[in-house]
């Protein structure tokens, strides 16, 4: 049943999404007037999310990493700007989102030079 609608932002038709989950990543989904991925979609904007400044565990961490991911394929960001510290939560993450690169769920990561306490995820490529 769908949760609400995502809107194409080349010809402006709506279209009804369903909510997603990480098996999903990346979503596909044609829009019904010009074809376009309405997924593959975004408007430039950045996602922040700090998973490792208020006590979490590293499996906390985790989870609020795939939450922000989720969050940012729901949505028209282009990047996620992650806040992961400088410990094991970072190493711990790098290695989660090495793995999410070969399986094509995000485009891209790097650290935020010159701050290697935040990385930021390219959900989609520019078009």
């Given amino acids: ?42 408007d430039g904007s950045n996602l922040t999310g700090d998973i490792a400044h208020h006590h979490e565990t590293v499996g906390r961490a985790l989870q ?9 394929w729901d949505g028209y ?22 793995f999410y690169q070969r399986q094509h769920r995000l485009s891209a990561f790097r650290e935020d030079s010159p701050n290697k306490g935040a990385i930021v995820v390219r959900l989609r490529s520019s078009p």
């Fill in 77 to 98: 960001y282009q990047h996620l700007r992650l806040i992961v510290g400088g410990g094991l939560i970072r190493e711990q993450v790098l290695g989660q989102l090495h």
């Fill in 1 to 42: 049943m769908p949760t609400h609608s995502r809107h194409c932002l080349h010809c402006g038709m709506p279209a009804p999404t369903l909510r997603l989950h990480m098996d999903m990543l990346p979503p596909v989904l044609a829009c019904r007037k010009c074809d376009e991925n309405l997924y593959q979609q975004h």
């Fill in 64 to 72: 609020k990493l795939d939450a922000l991911l989720l969050e940012g």
